[in-house]
């Protein structure tokens, strides 16, 4: 049986590259971490850490070790809190993060219908990139991410160490935008090809890189106007006719002065899912997936 407080003492080792600097950490002694790794070491039957003159190191068992030490610790302290909320009689609650267009257009929907269902429930919300959402899932500063990812294989896989589950929820195919006044305004599909001598808008830095690899499958290099990290800015620029933009159906939002066409294949596109830990157990978390699979 691995020792949870051994897996911490690992961790500290693993941060601070060091006996010493991990035992200062964890107000011990190196003698103590050391003998705690030692003892960690018998109860798997391997090496964990590889020491040098230069410090220390994780072996391979060593780093599984660690990630599953994320895991279990992110996991302990969830329980512990819903112990002490079920305990005192808490208010329920749940923590969802999520990018911005996809909680502007997905979000608001599901999450009303959930009200009905849990009309009592204490909910956050916290928006943010991707990678920062899949952390703080990890982490279980959060229940569930709503998160995205561009053709290719999804940020979370089976079989992955992290504990984390990847559900489906939609498609999100990509539209070219253009001012009112654009010569191409008025069609219903557009070739990237057709667009090499404008200049570009992008909504997000995924985006940008989007273009730049579809661009040079075309054969030219996009001139950029302007880099934003919103797409409703990024399409009041289009309006302005400060450039064009390739926008997702989720983000986009038609108005007077710019005009939307299909961007005709090859193109990329956006996957929309959910993210959470693999062992959920949550009714609410469990309705909130239905609610945003079955929209």
Not at 200 to 224: D, K, M, R, S, Y
Not at 286 to 291: G, H, P
Request: glycine share 6%; proline share 5%; charged share 15%.
């Amino acid at each position: 049986m691995i020792d949870i407080q051994r897996l911490r003492v690992l961790q500290e080792v693993a941060v601070h590259g060091s006996f010493s600097k991990a035992a200062t950490a964890l107000l011990l002694t190196p003698s103590a971490v050391s003998q705690q790794i030692a003892a960690l070491e018998r109860s798997v039957g391997a090496p964990v850490v590889q020491r040098s003159a230069r410090g220390t190191s994780l072996t391979e068992p060593g780093r599984l070790l660690v990630e599953s030490a994320d895991t279990i610790h992110a996991e302990l302290a969830h329980v512990q809190h819903e112990i002490g909320r079920l305990a005192n009689g808490s208010q329920d609650t749940l923590t969802v993060a999520t990018f911005t267009s996809g909680g502007q257009r997905l979000l608001p929907s599901a999450l009303t219908r959930l009200h009905t269902r849990h009309p009592n429930v204490l909910l956050t919300v916290i928006e943010g990139e991707v990678a920062e959402s899949l952390a703080r899932v990890k982490s279980g500063e959060a229940d569930l991410a709503l998160a995205y990812h561009f053709d290719g294989p999804p940020p979370v896989r089976d079989g992955d160490r992290n504990s984390l589950q990847w559900t489906p929820v939609m498609d999100d195919p990509m539209f070219i935008v253009l001012p009112a006044a654009h010569r191409l305004a008025g069609r219903s599909s557009i070739a990237l090809a057709e667009l090499a001598q404008d200049r570009w808008v992008h909504g997000c830095i995924q985006i940008a890189q989007q273009i730049n690899t579809f661009a040079a499958l075309a054969g030219f290099e996009p001139q950029v106007s302007c880099s934003t990290t919103d797409y409703v800015f990024a399409q009041s620029l289009v309006a302005a006719g400060v450039g064009v933009a390739l926008i997702p159906q989720v983000a986009l939002a038609p108005g007077s002065g710019v005009a939307i066409a299909e961007l005709q294949a090859p193109r990329p596109c956006r996957h929309i899912g959910i993210v959470v830990k693999r062992r959920r157990t949550r009714t609410i978390v469990n309705d909130l997936i239905a609610e945003l699979t079955t929209a």
